[in-house]
């Protein structure tokens, strides 16, 4: 059977195949379809980082490569990256991650970082195969609000970030990545002097959630039920403390990996060219 590999060239195939391999999750492939052309529209994801896999013709696997310049350095992302279940355990889903590496590293970053269930052992095995280190634990976290709103005033999302503490946060929560939405709400406490509290909200997902305080109160937070993603797991963390003492839930565990840059000379040839090809065992 012959392998292709090369650049994500349209949604139409890739959706179907994520979602078929994360189908644990339950997305149909209209909404992954929705999801990848909206982060191809706010260039949230490069179409020649990212990889598909072609198997005879047919795409059995995707690998969403994303990348921001932010505090003077690039950093790369491998996001979702899965194979369907019929054609798993075949080396397809190493030659994805492989391709995808390779080209995040001719774009220059520094580092490329990734995400995984804490339960995932099969797939945390194959990044350390291929350079990745453990660096933490990030959380879930669900938390109930109060009725009505919260405490302190409506801010732009850029005013939010600017207040920002000095941090090193997950991609997903780094300020030229949430820069890229133009549909977020934000929140400053309190509503004169200096802010102790920030937040920026997209539906019942908080985006961003920082706090010099953690005796945050329920009256800081949105209204309704609201998931928090990509919180490290530090228990000096004041926002870790501020959703504990609210009895906010942690709902999930990932663990952050992260592989330093390779420099051209250490990357396989294979990397160099825009498709690879070769076989795999029926």
Known sequence: MSLAIGPLDGVEEAAPALSSAFRDDGHPPSQWRRHLLADLEARRIDPDASKVARLDGVVVGVA??????????????????????????????????????????????????????????????????????????LLVWSLTGRSGAP????????????ARPETRPAFQRRSAYLRTFGDLDGWICPSAGPPRAGLLRRGEALFDLWTHDPELSRHDVPPGRLTLLHEPAEETNPVHLALTRLGAEVTGRFLELERRARGVSERPSEYRGAAITGSVPK
């Open 151 to 162: 405490a302190g005033r409506r801010a732009a999302p850029v005013e939010v970030l600017l």
């Open 64 to 137: 969403i490569a994303r990348w921001v310049d932010d505090a003077g350095e690039r950093i790369g992302h491998l996001g979702s990256t899965g194979v369907r279940p019929a054609f798993a355990r075949r080396g397809i889903g190493r030659a994805l991650v492989q391709a995808a590496l390779g080209a995040l590293d001719t774009l220059g970053c520094s580092r490329i970082t990734l995400e995984v269930a804490a339960e995932n052992s099969a797939a945390r095995a194959l990044y350390e195969s291929v350079g990745f280190e453990t660096r933490r634990e």
